[in-house]
């Protein structure tokens, strides 16, 4: 027996598929039954299978059943397109040999030279522009040559799709919209042999062209399911290296194929989520394919913007300070009275910052803007959601004034430039709170409360105080219960319920 450790499991795999001591008596069997040198190993970045490189060949071992997953068709797969790979002259690593070997379990491996070579995501960060575009030219012409025609086995994409959980992290809406996107789309190109996860770690660059390495992922689709991957993760949407890849193809078309591959692929849930982390967006910011749509073409064109829809409202240049800008933007929409609320709301937002630990130049920089979207009007408001596909709550649709908390989001970020999602969150939320707020979203939610805008003291201002000695989760509930119990919320919005509910928990469970 050359392999000694248990595998039960799918974490009993995870613990040992890395370990080169576990593994080296195995891999020198196969090795030497191969002909080939028993060289010692060296892992490489791990994957799903235990794969280590040995001398000048990389051995790949495929986890065994006893993992709890059949990779037969995997291992039939991955040598089925490594050799189509080669008849097609793509640069890829040669398939040195494969085979089985019944040891303490059945392990199924492949064998293929190692190459040498830097992976293209780090190499790519430190290149220039023009050196970005060219490589992207490359990427598109050595994927043009993988994307044929090949005797491997397919999947039933849109099957796939409809199971893909890894898009269940993002906002419901959205992804409903990815699931009809999907099923609507009628898939009647040709289907290629792709490689579909043509990432940062999987090209390597060293000679001149760019070389792909493991298969795993390999299947038969529209040759566009490759562009999401190569997007996102190889290209992290540099416009040089997109519009070079785009090439004769117009960005409109591209840009919906580059969705309708996100939505069907596998991992599309995995680039999305990841994209939305490095760009700054909450997973839930995002509602609709119309509101990613134009996030894209700004991001890989730099064309549109979501403001635009917001033709309504005069956007002035801006200085860059946000007080200032925020000042110029309120005055040229003729928004004085918004102005004079949100400085107030800013000096009473830093003050509960100061009082309760809180960051109080986040405060001061969410309570100027929390009222951005006053500049805009319902009937926009309506209009943009409308176009924007935006899913909205009841109580949004009867009382459309309740959606300025979200345009607010938006215009802090495209016109103001906001990436903090704390910033973000508390405008967002600052009509109706959220369960489980953030300090910040307390703050300026409470800071709008206690300086409302309508000239008078607001009735509810002395339970908010008397709260506000405990904590400021007391004074938010003791808002809520307020406004609840003198009938001052016409329709509750799904968020402030839940809000409330939350806050009615804890205060049950004694931890307000
Ligand atoms: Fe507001
Ligand atoms: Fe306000």
């Known amino acids: 027996m050359y392999f000694n450790k248990d595998i039960c499991n799918w974490k009993s795999w995870g613990e040992v598929f890395q370990d080169k001591e576990a593994f080296s008596p195995l891999a020198m069997a196969i090795l030497q039954q191969e002909g080939l040198p028993p060289l010692p190993l060296e892992n490489l970045s791990p994957g799903t299978n235990a794969v280590f490189r040995s001398g000048d060949v990389v051995i790949k071992i495929y986890v065994p059943a006893e993992s709890g997953y059949d990779s037969l068709s995997d291992w039939q797969n991955e040598i089925a397109v490594m050799q189509r790979a080669m008849e097609l002259g793509v640069c890829a690593p040669k398939l040195l040999c494969a085979g089985e070997k019944q040891d303490k379990y059945l392990f199924r491996y492949i064998v293929m030279d190692f190459c040498p070579g830097r992976e293209a995501g780090d190499a790519f960060a430190g290149m220039t522009p023009a050196e970005r575009r060219s490589f992207a030219v490359r990427i598109g012409e050595v994927l043009k040559k993988l994307n044929q025609p090949a005797a491997v086995a397919g999947k039933d994409l849109k099957k796939q799709a409809a199971e893909n959980e890894h898009f269940d ?116 910011e995002v509602w609709s394919l119309r509101q990613l749509e134009f996030i894209l073409r700004q991001k890989l064109f730099d064309i549109g913007n979501i403001s635009d829809c917001f033709s309504s409202a005069v956007f002035p240049d801006l200085t860059g300070d946000i007080l200032t800008d925020a000042r110029i933007l309120y005055l040229a929409n003729g928004r004085t009275d918004t102005l004079n609320h949100v400085k107030e709301v800013a000096e009473t937002a830093v003050e509960l910052a100061e009082r309760f630990g809180a960051e109080p130049e986040a405060c001061r920089t969410a309570a100027i803007l929390h009222d951005l979207a006053a500049v805009l009007s319902r009937e926009t408001m309506l209009q943009t959601a409308k176009d924007l596909g935006m899913e909205l709550d009841p109580a949004e649709e009867q009382f459309p004034m309740l959606l300025h908390q979200r345009f607010g989001v938006m215009l802090a970020r495209e016109r103001f430039g906001i990436t903090d999602s704390d910033i973000l969150s508390a405008i967002g939320h600052h009509t109706t709170l959220k369960k489980d707020p953030s300090d910040i979203d307390m703050i300026v939610f409470l800071a709008d409360k206690i300086r409302w805008d309508r000239g008078t003291v607001p009735p509810f201002l002395p339970v908010i105080e008397k709260g506000l000695q405990l904590s400021l989760k007391a004074a938010c509930l003791e808002y809520f219960d307020y406004v609840t119990h003198h009938s001052m919320i016409l329709r509750a919005h799904r968020l402030m319920e839940e809000a409330h509910t939350a806050l009615r928990r804890d205060r049950a469970k004694g931890t307000l």
């Open 169 to 284: 992290c993002l906002h419901p809406h959205l992804v409903r919209e990815i699931k009809q996107r999907v099923a609507a789309l009628p898939l009647d190109e040709e289907y290629v042999l792709v490689h579909g996860d043509c990432t940062g770690e999987n090209v390597l660059v060293n000679g001149t062209e760019p070389m792909l390495i493991d298969f795993a992922d390999c299947t038969l689709a529209p040759a566009w399911y490759e562009l999401p991957a190569a997007v996102f993760e190889l290209f992290r949407c540099d416009p040089n290296a997109v519009n070079a890849f785009r090439g004769e193809t117009d960005e409109e078309t591209f840009l919906q194929k580059l969705l309708d591959g996100l939505c069907i692929h596998q991992f599309g849930g995995f680039i999305l989520h990841d994209f939305f982390l490095r760009e700054g967006y909450a997973l839930d």
